[in-house]
């Protein structure tokens, strides 16, 4: 059987740290695969104008696969300063690379799951009743959709009079807004799809049917943004009825934030809007370890993007030995490995994971509850290519 060839954008900062290690394991375990370097991220703003080139969106084009690190991205102003002098003025604008990923290919449904480990220190644990210390069992699945709502990038400063005459027809606009000088105004917009909408409702759905999760969650505010969230509670509810063993629950998120750390053992599958979703994800994953070990997957028709949720972390890519956890870059390949069927292969790592940290003997610097300095090396902790190591050891 050929090979198959992944896209390799380890992007900015750390994810030139986490990508090549998480890869390493892919081989140890027996995977086979050719990796294509892609371009991707601030590096090629600052030089070319585009953090997404278009040779990047014709390798996925290509290939359908990718692996994806980790991106630096910065206000506008910053944006702006840093770009090469010869490209100035030139409107260029900078927008996300993968924000950019998702939309050009419609990757409209992420996933991410938040499930503890055994051993790892970093799990929540709670104070029960009796005064007895707790540690819940948190298996929590979120299904953000990916392409809408305020990551839109529909918006303005200043806005044009087109824009300004069609807000001036909704009579909230008028009396909250209509008073303030056009050019101190900054519009975002929130917009969602009914197809979108469904969408990832139905996934989320499938999914806690097809793993035996017996609740999806929709969590949004529709109490306030009533249309928006509205319809997308709406369609939970008709979506709801195809799927008699899973029930519907609906939270609004500034409730599910606090209810996340009182019961999170309660909660299975959860669906929500983009912003919602990247915030009670983040949420989650605080509780099963933090961002170390935070895997997502960005999922379309054809093409497919895993990544891991944390960001660039520029500080920590300047180290002459890096120390960051690659576990989340680890976890998110095997969620690769299953979405092309390759599922025994996905195990393996993710056993071999799950022994690492249940032994505790190899632990990096967040899993020891050190700040993340050089000098954690010296103190005990695990380098990320001794905690790569110690995960190929358990695939043997």
Same mark, same amino acid.
């Given at each position: 059987?050929?090979? @198959? ?7 900015? *900062? ?14 140890a375990?027996?995977?086979e695969a050719e ?13 070319e ?7 990047t ?7 359908k696969? *990718? ?14 300063? &840093? ?12 927008f ?5 990923? @998702? ?5 409209d449904?992420?996933v991410?799951?938040?499930?503890t480990?055994?051993? #790892?220190?970093?799990n ?19 299904f953000r959709q ?8 529909? &918006?303005?400063?200043n806005p044009?009079?087109?824009v ?8 909230k606009?008028q ?8 050019e ?20 989320a759905f ?11 969650t929709?969590?949004e ?5 009533r ?21 519907l ?15 999170p ?17 983040d ?5 099963? *370890?933090?961002?170390?070990f935070?895997?997502?997957? #960005?999922? *379309?028709?054809? $093409? ?12 920590y890519?300047?180290y ?5 956890n ?18 025994e292969?996905?195990a ?10 249940? &032994? ?5 610097y967040?899993?020891?509850?050190? @700040?993340?300095?050089?000098e $954690? ?20």
């Open positions: 059987m050929p090979k @198959r060839t992944i896209v390799s954008m380890p992007g900015d *900062g750390i994810g030139n740290a986490v990508l090549p290690e998480a890869i390493r394991v892919l081989d375990a027996g995977f990796y294509v370097h892609a371009d991707i991220g601030w590096e090629f703003w600052c030089k104008g585009n953090p997404l080139p278009q040779r969106i014709d390798l996925l084009e290509k290939h696969i *990718g692996l994806f690190g980790a991106i630096t991205s910065k206000p506008k102003s910053d944006a702006d300063a &840093e770009l090469a002098p010869e490209l100035r003025g030139q409107g260029l604008v900078y996300s690379p993968i924000v950019g990923l @998702r939309q050009h290919f419609d990757l449904k992420c991410r799951p938040c499930r480990f055994k051993g #790892n220190p970093l929540f644990i709670r104070r029960g009743a009796d005064g007895s210390v707790e540690e819940p069992e948190v298996d929590v699945v979120v990916n392409t809408e709502c305020l990551y839109g990038g529909v &918006e303005w400063s044009p009079d087109l300004y005459e069609a807000l001036m027809s909704h009579p606009f009396q909250n807004f209509g008073s303030a000088p056009r101190e105004l900054a519009i975002s917009t929130r917009i969602f799809t009914r197809r979108a909408t469904e969408r990832i409702l139905r996934a499938e999914h806690a049917r097809e793993f035996g999760y017996k609740s999806v929709v969590c505010k529709p109490n306030v943004i249309e928006t969230s509205g319809m997308m509670l709406a369609l939970g509810k008709q979506i709801a009825k195809e799927y008699p063993g899973v029930a629950w609906d939270t609004n998120i500034d409730a599910q934030m606090m209810w996340l750390t009182k019961n053992e309660d909660y299975g599958v959860i669906v929500a809007g983009n912003m919602f979703g990247d915030i009670i994800s949420g989650f994953a605080g509780l099963v *370890g933090g961002l170390g935070a895997c997502s997957a #960005n999922i *379309g028709e054809e $093409v497919a993007i895993f990544e891991p949720t944390h960001g660039s972390a520029p500080k890519a300047e002459e030995i890096s120390i960051v690659p576990i989340a870059m680890i976890l998110s390949t095997c969620m690769m490995l299953d979405h092309i069927g390759e599922t292969t996905a393996l790592i993710r056993n071999a994971v799950a022994e690492v940290v249940a &032994e505790g003997k190899v632990r990096t967040d899993m020891m509850k050190m @700040r993340g300095r050089p $954690v090396l010296q103190q005990g902790a695990a380098s990320t290519t001794q905690m790569t190591d110690a995960i190929i050891a358990k695939l043997r």
